[in-house]
């Protein structure tokens, strides 16, 4: 027995069957609730088992929290008590073995955010320690009539960004704003070379028309 289809409840025939969330619909009838724009298992988005087209897809509102003084003085004993148990962890664990863990896309991800957060904590103590002993120095040197030449600070090597991967090419579809420092924003039409894919749903690659560099959504791109 044939299936019904999921707006307009007539019986859809295998030619013009579209079977997506969890229901079967017309090729025709398979469009967005707000704008009726017809959509197909590329570029549909779903919510609630109704598709949506990318710019009709509804957003999650969240409710705005006053900053008041109790809420600041929360805030702020959270992020201490976080601080204090991280620097406690991290001395318990200082020299002990760990597990290997499954160097999978997603864990490659994670350990690079991690590695920049790192990079950018110890360069700033890093900065800190030598003008103090610097300063030392001088005052020792002065006070003993020698000639003190302070050494040049140390220059922070920029990170080397991941080889090409044979020159892949795609061009955006949607426009999309990067939600973290690893992402890049681009807007329709523009064209990402250097691609590489790093899972199902993320890529890496440079937008020809800015420069930038980072991971991107895979639904955003198609190849060229």
């Known amino acids: 027995m044939n299936p ?17 969330l969890d ?26 088992k109704r598709p949506y087209c990318n710019a009709h897809y509804p957003k999650t509102n969240f409710t705005a929290v006053a900053d008041t003084p109790e809420n600041l003085r929360l805030k702020q004993q959270s992020k201490i008590q976080s601080t204090v148990l991280y620097k406690e962890d991290f001395e ?9 863990v499954t160097d999978t896309p997603e864990m490659q991800r994670l350990k690079k ?3 920049q957060i790192s990079n950018k904590t110890c360069f700033n103590s890093f900065l800190y320690v030598p003008v103090f002993v610097s300063a030392a120095y001088q005052v020792s040197a002065a006070s003993q009539n020698f000639h003190y030449d302070p050494a040049p600070e140390p220059v922070r090597q920029a990170a080397a960004a991941p080889p090409p991967s044979a020159g892949k090419r795609y061009r955006a579809v949607y426009d999309y704003s990067a939600a973290d420092e690893d992402e890049v924003s681009f807007v329709d039409g523009d064209v990402i070379v250097d691609v590489q894919q790093i899972d199902e749903g993320w890529m890496y690659g440079r937008v020809e028309r800015t420069g930038q560099q980072g991971m991107l959504p895979a639904n955003y791109v198609e190849a060229v």
């Open 23 to 48: 229901k079967y619909w017309h090729k025709g009838c398979f469009s967005c609730e707000v704008c009726k724009m017809t959509l197909n298992m590329k570029n549909y988005k779903g919510f609630e």
């Open 92 to 100: 318990k664990n200082k020299g002990r073995g760990f597990s290997v």
């Open 113 to 115: 955010t991690q590695d």
């Open 4 to 20: 019904m289809c999921g707006r307009c409840n007539l019986v859809v025939y295998p030619t013009e069957k579209v079977n997506c």
